[in-house]
């Protein structure tokens, strides 16, 4: 009798450990991926973020979601998109700290930035 | 903002007698048409309706073209999914006109992403045009991933630099720039100085009252920089042209017509055959303006200009599709 009301603790006490243990890896895994400070989206003629900081390393998707096709190009050079006609995609992976001005080369008034830590 | 840039637009700023009501007058926004004719300087308009009440002299024109503009090929979008049947529209708009035409100016975005087959369907449907041959300058769409080199095999033989030269007709010199190469970050269209030392000595030796037609892509003036609608250094191209009586400048990229004189320059933009675009400031931003399909035709156009007879006079003729 003792010792079976002892496995049952033992078993509660498991999956009270398995609950907390899941728990806490799903409250960890948003500061592991950082999902939202990986992407830009271009809309309505504008980069958004405007601003995007990101630690070095970090790769970094632009999405077109104008009607209209965009590029993403590094005013200094450190990268080029080809075209992106709508729902299209470009990354590009910071490996060094900075910041990254960029614009679109068919509508040079869309600027935005990348700073890198 | 826009209020700002509205005043700028409609001021009478160089005292030329086009007043904001004058230049409304002879603003003619897409969906609508206006006939100008500039003679001495002096603008004046009728809408197309009253254009049967104009006598013959009025009419009479020694050299007639016709300008189209972002055509686009390639957009499918909401805005227009049959660019390629709205250009052969324009193409039935030409063709159908009472004086026909001796060329066709193309004012760029010929295609919608520099695709060879894009360029190759616009070059069959103009095919059945009257009038055979077209001069084309490229718009951004065109030259995108290869900084013209394609656009530069294909329609550039015998120009100069990225694309630009010039030819006469019938005593009118026609120039075409490139405004659309070597984009700043933050900045408008660019001319360059290369292209801008050769304008200078291109036009140097002509007569004063030579009448002049400049076509580019980007306006070269300042429609809305907000959005990029105007070009850097066309101040400097047009102070090679003050000495001349008569230059007009074709533009497109901003798909709705929209004029302005300023001294001894008139300044047109002309309609798209592909999609409209908003009016400056007046959307978030400058993207595909969407209208119901059975009014589609009626903001989509070409533009008949026409020489009318006497040295300072050149008649600019919107009509739409519809």
């Known amino acids: 009798m003792r010792r079976s009301v002892f496995i049952a603790v033992l078993g509660v006490a498991t999956i009270l450990g398995i609950v907390a243990l899941a728990a806490s890896a799903r409250y960890s895994a948003p500061a592991q991926q950082k999902p939202e400070a990986t992407e830009v989206k271009i809309d309505n003629f504008s980069f958004g973020p405007g601003a995007l900081t990101v630690p070095v390393g970090t790769m970094v998707t632009w999405t077109n979601r104008d009607d209209i096709p965009h590029t993403v190009v590094s005013t200094d050079g450190a990268f080029k998109s080809k075209v992106l006609d709508t729902d299209e995609k470009f990354s590009f992976t910071f490996a060094k700290a900075g910041t990254y001005p960029y614009f679109c080369s068919i509508h040079p008034k869309m600027t935005a930035k990348v700073i890198v830590q | 903002m826009v209020g700002k840039m509205k005043d700028e637009l409609l001021h009478d700023h160089n005292h030329d007698g086009i007043d904001r009501r004058g230049f409304l007058k002879c603003m003619a926004w897409a969906g609508t048409g206006a006939f100008c004719v500039i003679r001495g300087g002096v ?195 047009l102070s090679y042209l003050k000495k001349f009586g008569s230059v007009t400048v074709l533009n497109g990229h901003i798909h709705q017509t929209m004029q302005k004189v300023e001294g001894n320059v008139t300044f047109h933009t002309a309609a798209s055959t592909a999609f409209p675009q908003p009016q400056p400031g007046k959307a978030d931003s400058p993207g595909p303006m969407k209208v119901p399909a059975e009014q589609l035709r009626s903001v989509l156009g070409i533009t008949d200009v026409n020489s009318v007879q006497g040295p300072h006079a050149l008649a600019v003729v919107d009509s739409t599709l519809a």
């Open chain 2, 43 to 237: 603008l004046s308009s009728y809408s197309l309706s009253r254009m049967r009440e104009m006598s013959p002299k009025e009419m009479a024109s020694e050299l007639s073209f016709v300008q189209i503009s972002d055509s686009h090929m390639g957009f499918n979008k909401l805005a227009n999914p049959d660019v390629a049947g709205t250009l052969k529209a324009a193409v039935e708009k030409i063709n159908g006109l009472s004086v026909a035409p001796e060329f066709i100016l193309h004012t760029g975005d010929i295609s919608h992403l520099s695709k060879p087959e894009e360029f190759d369907t616009v070059d069959q449907i103009l095919k059945d045009a009257r009038a055979k041959d077209v001069f084309y300058v490229p718009g951004e769409h065109d030259v995108l991933n290869d900084d013209g080199k394609q656009f530069l095999e294909r329609y550039g033989k015998g120009s100069k630099g990225a694309g630009w030269y010039s030819f006469d007709k019938k005593g009118v010199h026609f120039v075409g720039l490139v405004n659309v190469l070597n984009l700043k970050a933050g900045g408008l269209g660019t001319l360059g100085h290369e292209q801008l030392e050769w304008l200078e000595d291109d036009v140097k030796h002509l007569k004063h009252s030579t009448p002049i037609v400049v076509f580019a892509h980007i306006p070269l003036w300042s429609v809305y920089p907000e959005w990029g609608w105007g070009t850097e250094d066309s101040a400097q191209a």
